[in-house]
């Protein structure tokens, strides 16, 4: 009976910790959010709203790379007045910090899969350019008969170092995500 009584006190810790953890992330969710997207000539454009907070400002210059997935899927009405997915695409953005050279980058992927790289010497250009990106889109995407568009960023906290995936589980500073953003395709756009 004792190890029951031990498993309900840690189970109740850890839905504490996961609760007061999703309610931080929803108070913090402000500070990384779209504030606009739009498909024109080929490409997506997206602009953030990006305030990072301390303990990922002090991860990045301390050589954690931050691993971003940017889903955008086309959706169109589907059985029952549900929307279904007809096309989707994904792109990945790492920053990094490197010490020795004192650069900062921007690169698409991340380092298992190397991609254009864009390089900076101060940090908040490098979190500018995050915040304003120009994205190719596959013709299959352009070509699907969307209805709307639903874009996603999240920071893919698997990819930090194995040391710190566990705290990021639990710490909200590490859970960054804008959440769903919607918005009406226009005709001719998509």
Request: net charge positive.
């Amino acid at each position: 009976m004792h190890n029951w009584k031990k498993s309900i006190s840690v189970f109740c810790c850890i839905a504490s910790a996961l609760a007061s953890s999703a309610c931080a992330w929803r108070a913090g969710d402000a500070h990384f959010a779209v504030r606009d997207a739009a498909i024109a000539d080929g490409a997506l454009s997206v602009r953030l709203d990006w305030q990072p907070n301390e303990a990922l400002l002090d991860g990045l210059d301390h050589g954690i790379p931050l691993v971003f997935d940017i889903d955008l899927s086309a959706q169109a009405p589907g059985l029952l007045g549900r929307e279904r997915t007809v096309a989707a695409q994904r792109w990945r953005r790492e920053l990094r910090y490197f010490p020795l050279t004192r650069q900062y980058q921007l690169r698409e992927g991340n380092s298992a899969r190397r991609g254009p790289v864009r390089s900076y010497s101060v940090r908040a250009l490098v979190i500018a350019a995050l915040a304003d990106l120009r994205l190719p889109l596959d013709p299959a995407l352009l070509a699907a008969p969307a209805q709307r568009y639903v874009l996603r960023i999240d920071l893919d906290r698997d990819a930090l170092p194995g040391a710190l995936r566990l705290p990021a589980l639990f710490d909200a500073n590490w859970h960054l995500s804008t959440g769903n953003h919607t918005w009406q395709a226009r005709s001719g756009a998509g």
